[in-house]
């Protein structure tokens, strides 16, 4: 006999938050689609074969942590830049 399984809501809403970080929520869809992630794949392991969604989950951490680094990136780019037209006005000054 088959057992009906179900998909992880906090899976689902991992999957949800990483693509709303890239769209519409940047910096909290990325961190939510983190932390769900997270809790979603340690229900799954917990749950012993009674929820799916592990994949779904993965893919929320991926979404979520490509966009941190993706701003931690710009931040950094940002920064120099800022830095670097800063050296310059003091060169010229």
Avoid: K
Avoid at 6 to 11: G, H, I, P, R, V
Avoid at 56 to 84: E, K, P, Q, T
């Amino acid at each position: 006999m088959n057992q009906i399984r179900q998909t992880s809501s906090l899976a689902i809403a991992s999957l949800v938050s990483g693509i709303l970080g890239w769209t519409l929520l940047p910096f909290v869809g990325a961190l939510v689609a983190i932390i769900t992630g997270h809790m979603a794949r340690s229900e799954i392991r917990a749950a012993n074969g009674q929820l799916d969604g592990d994949g779904l989950a993965v893919a929320g951490l991926v979404l979520g942590w490509v966009s941190m680094a993706m701003a931690l990136i710009a931040i950094v780019i940002v920064f120099a830049f800022l830095g670097g037209l800063a050296w310059l006005a003091v060169l010229n000054s």
